[in-house]
């Protein structure tokens, strides 16, 4: 059995169809949860208006063919509202139910009651007023009276012989348009519902042509005409954008959902002036969900992506045009979570999310409380299907690294995994073969991943700093192996022996004599932590104090974590932390995971751990749903783990700047200030790191915007762990200036 690891390279063409997650038996957390998160699709769900108003709109997506009521801020209901004055009748939801209409002021909760005439038909309603026909062919306008009553006003001025086609409803309370054919031709005109005058104001179509209006402006086809116009005066040709008319606001036409979208650009709203013809762009990126509101203004979806959709309210401004308002998110559908990481406060979830089916990695940043702050955001680009074998624990193999990065497996079409690196932006994708297959991730922290080939090979390869591609700088035989920062951990030549090896320069920094009972088949570095596994026995020794541990072992995962150990137990669905970081072991209870569950292995298919002083998160039984729960164990102090600080060959420039990466071991705030020879700061640099990285840049211009002069400048960094936990980190070092 094979499942789908849909990664491997770049997606080109064509389309991964979604499959549906399992129902499951949700999660029974017994610590609550600080957050939850939902991994969406970034496909723009489109919808329409079923009814927008003064006072907000209802919508109809269809995605999931559901309805939403939106109402707008700081709405100021009117004193009085009725069928007395139609110009209340913007914020009137008229519902028909047979020959009854009940009519209802959304701001007001005023109602009336229209009942249609036994030999009318309905036609239309907007406002306070109904529009009827009956059999001879007259059109009425029906309105409710104070006493209960239905008035009648017949409409005159329809041409004798004029057989309605549509009946249109725009940007008004008092007018409403027909469209009608008439000896062969089809013309458009508007009725008056306060005085129920009928008046054509355009001619001469073959067919049904489209049709926008407000008080002010008929637009038909490629024809305008003000509403006020003196009768006899003919429609004009007008500018306007690519695509459908959608509303006219003001004095401009929108138009918007072109059938045809030049390559590499997407639909726009535009808007064009009837008055001067100057054609302008209101929304980018925006198509689908366009149409009139009752006021006068208009509605339209927008946005980059489904994470990022909104409705914006348009309305006219005092000099012609018009400007737009974000006014709701349209909440994209969830997708099913193929595999998660936590590094640094980042919480990277890989699932099928792009518009065309594709997978790739998105993240969640979360605070140091382990709340999830921000939205979802892409965090690789979309990625092409490759193969998993049976019992891997996620669909792909994936490491979250501490620094903005995530490492995952890949299989090529013959078999052969790669290691890939993403998470700097959308676009970067850095990788190295193994020339294995069969592969697991066990560990890796920063730059470095450790990798363990199906042959029995194992590798360490080196992403220094996301701009090159990876490089194996350590192949060794298969055993238990643990990265963290500069030093790869393995088995010592005698019993419980644990042996540091720096990648740097090949030196052994340090032999641990773990006090365990074996050569350990597993072994896992966090800080100071070394955790030991035998298989029935397991143990962490504490390499500042000397202190050794004996922990619970489960034939479940188990992964080490900064003063704690998270296992699951596969028989119970339990998930249990083992908090030891005052030195003695004391286990509880976490969660009870789903039952049901696609994923057979490790901890990345279910839950996962964040090694650099956060949390942990887990899948909650509900499709695209993720619950990170606080570990409830204090963090380390704030330590460098690694450094890249070499300086730009003949730069830095604008183009080429200075990115020194200083990998700690927990988020953190950042100030790095730049010195001249003479002591004098010539640049001060802020910020926060990107997981638990300072990731900085500098172009070699001082505070006063010009380039400093060469030679060599001394810089120092200052750190301030986010959880407050500890005291600040300093490092020092020059570069230099070409």
């Given at each position: 059995m094979t499942r789908s690891r849909r990664l491997a390279t770049v997606a080109l063409s064509g389309a991964v169809a979604l499959t549906c997650a399992l129902p499951m038996v949700p999660a029974q957390a017994a610590d609550s949860p600080v957050g939850t998160v939902r991994l969406r699709t970034e496909k723009r769900i489109e919808i329409d208006y079923q009814w927008a108003g003064a006072s907000g709109f209802q919508y109809h997506s269809y995605v999931g063919n559901s309805t939403a009521w939106v109402g707008y801020p700081d709405v100021v209901p009117p004193e009085h509202a009725g069928p007395d004055d139609l110009a209340t009748g913007t914020d009137v939801v008229n519902t028909r139910s047979g020959s009854t209409v009940t009519q209802r002021h959304r701001s007001t909760n005023v109602t009336a009651t229209v009942t249609i005439p036994a030999g009318q038909t309905y036609a239309a309603a907007v406002g306070w007023s109904v529009l009827t026909r009956d059999t001879a062919g007259t059109l009425h306008v029906l309105r409710a009276a104070a006493d209960g009553t239905t008035t009648d006003l017949p409409v005159a001025g329809l041409p004798t012989g004029a057989q309605p086609t549509a009946y249109v409803t725009g940007g008004s309370v008092g007018r409403l348009a027909v469209l009608y054919t008439l000896d062969g031709t089809s013309s458009v005109g508007l009725v008056d519902l306060a005085g129920g005058a009928f008046r054509t104001y355009v001619s001469g179509f073959s067919a049904d042509p489209e049709v926008v209006f407000n008080d002010r402006w008929l637009v038909a086809g490629s024809k305008a005409i003000r509403v006020?116009?003196?009768?006899?005066?003919?429609?004009?040709?007008?500018?306007?954008?690519?695509?459908?008319?959608?509303?006219?606001?003001?004095?401009?036409?929108?138009?918007?959902?072109?059938?045809?979208?030049?390559?590499?650009?997407?639909?726009?709203l535009t808007a064009g002036s009837l008055v001067t013809g100057?054609?302008?762009?209101?929304?980018?990126?925006?198509?689908?969900?366009?149409?009139?509101?009752?006021?006068?203004?208009?509605?339209?979806?927008?946005?980059?992506?489904?994470?990022?959709?909104?409705?914006?309210?348009?309305?006219?401004?005092?000099?012609?045009?018009?400007?737009?308002?974000?006014?709701?998110?349209?909440?994209?559908?969830?997708?099913?979570?193929?595999?998660?990481?936590?590094?640094?406060?980042?919480?990277?979830?890989?699932?099928?999310?792009?518009?065309?089916?594709?997978?790739?990695?998105?993240?969640?940043?979360?605070?140091?409380?382990?709340?999830?702050?921000?939205?979802?955001?892409?965090?690789?680009?979309?990625?092409?299907?490759?193969?998993?074998?049976?019992?891997?624990?996620?669909?792909?193999?994936?490491?979250?690294?501490?620094?903005?990065?995530?490492?995952?497996?890949?299989?090529?079409?013959?078999?052969?995994?790669?290691?890939?690196?993403?998470?700097?932006?959308?676009?970067?994708?850095?990788?190295?073969?193994?020339?294995?297959?069969?592969g697991r991730i066990p560990s890796g922290s920063g730059r470095y991943v450790l990798y363990n080939g199906g042959s029995g090979t194992q590798r360490v390869v080196d992403f220094p700093n996301g701009t090159t591609e990876g490089t194996t700088v350590l192949t060794r035989p298969r055993t238990a192996a643990a990265v963290w920062g500069q030093v790869l951990w393995t088995p010592g030549t005698t019993q419980g022996a644990v042996v540091g090896k720096h990648l740097k320069t090949g030196q052994t920094v340090g032999t641990v004599a773990?006090?365990?009972?074996?050569?350990?088949?597993?072994?896992?570095?966090?800080?100071?932590?070394?955790?030991?596994?035998?298989?029935?026995?397991?143990?962490?020794?504490?390499?500042?104090?000397?202190?050794?541990?004996?922990?619970?072992?489960?034939?479940?995962?188990?992964?080490?974590?900064?003063?704690?150990?998270?296992?699951?137990?596969?028989?119970?669905?339990?998930?249990?932390?083992?908090?030891?970081?005052?030195?003695t072991a004391a286990t509880r209870t976490l969660v009870k995971l789903p039952t049901q569950d696609w994923n057979t292995g490790g901890s990345n298919g279910r839950w996962a751990v964040d090694r650099f002083g956060g949390h942990i998160?887990?899948?909650?039984?509900?499709?695209?749903?993720?619950?990170?729960?606080?570990?409830?164990?204090?963090?380390?102090?704030?330590?460098?783990?690694e450094s890249q600080t070499d300086a730009v060959p003949f730069g830095p420039t604008i183009g080429a700047p200075w990115r020194p990466?200083?990998?700690?071991?927990?988020?953190?705030?950042?100030?790095?200030?730049?010195?001249?020879?003479?002591?004098?700061?010539?640049?001060?640099?802020?910020?926060?790191?990107?997981?638990?990285?300072v990731r900085p840049a500098w172009d070699a211009y001082g505070e006063d915007g010009r380039r400093v002069m060469s030679g060599t400048y001394a810089w120092k960094l200052t750190a301030q762990p986010r959880d407050a936990e500890g005291p600040a980190l300093t490092a020092t070092g020059t570069t230099t200036v070409n």
């Open positions: 006020d116009a003196e009768p006899g005066t003919q429609p004009t040709s007008y500018s306007r954008g690519p695509g459908y008319l959608e509303a006219v606001v003001g004095d401009q036409v929108l138009t918007g959902n072109p059938d045809f979208i030049p390559g590499g650009t997407q639909p726009a100057t054609v302008t762009t209101v929304l980018s990126a925006s198509f689908g969900g366009m149409g009139p509101t009752l006021d006068g203004g208009a509605l339209a979806t927008a946005g980059p992506s489904g994470i990022d959709w909104n409705v914006h309210r348009i309305t006219p401004t005092q000099d012609g045009g018009v400007t737009t308002e974000k006014v709701a998110q349209i909440p994209a559908y969830a997708t099913g979570v193929n595999g998660l990481a936590l590094a640094g406060g980042e919480l990277f979830l890989y699932g099928a999310t792009t518009p065309g089916g594709y997978s790739r990695f998105n993240s969640f940043q979360l605070d140091a409380t382990g709340r999830p702050t921000g939205q979802q955001t892409p965090r690789s680009p979309a990625l092409n299907a490759s193969t998993c074998l049976t019992g891997d624990a996620a669909c792909p193999q994936l490491e979250a690294l501490g620094d903005g990065r995530a490492s995952y497996l890949s299989t090529d079409s013959e078999g052969k995994e790669s290691l890939f690196s993403i998470g700097l932006d959308t676009t970067t994708i850095r990788n190295e073969p193994t020339g294995d297959s069969g773990t006090g365990a009972p074996c050569t350990p088949t597993d072994i896992q570095a966090v800080n100071t932590w070394l955790y030991w596994s035998c298989g029935s026995t397991a143990g962490v020794y504490d390499r500042a104090t000397g202190r050794k541990i004996t922990v619970p072992a489960d034939n479940g995962p188990a992964r080490l974590a900064d003063g704690y150990l998270l296992r699951e137990n596969r028989t119970t669905h339990e998930l249990l932390l083992t908090d030891f970081h005052t030195g998160a887990y899948l909650n039984g509900t499709n695209g749903e993720v619950s990170i729960v606080n570990s409830g164990v204090p963090a380390s102090a704030l330590a460098q783990m990466v200083w990998q700690l071991n927990k988020p953190a705030t950042w100030t790095l200030t730049l010195s001249n020879s003479g002591g004098r700061v010539v640049r001060t640099l802020t910020g926060s790191t990107q997981g638990a990285a």
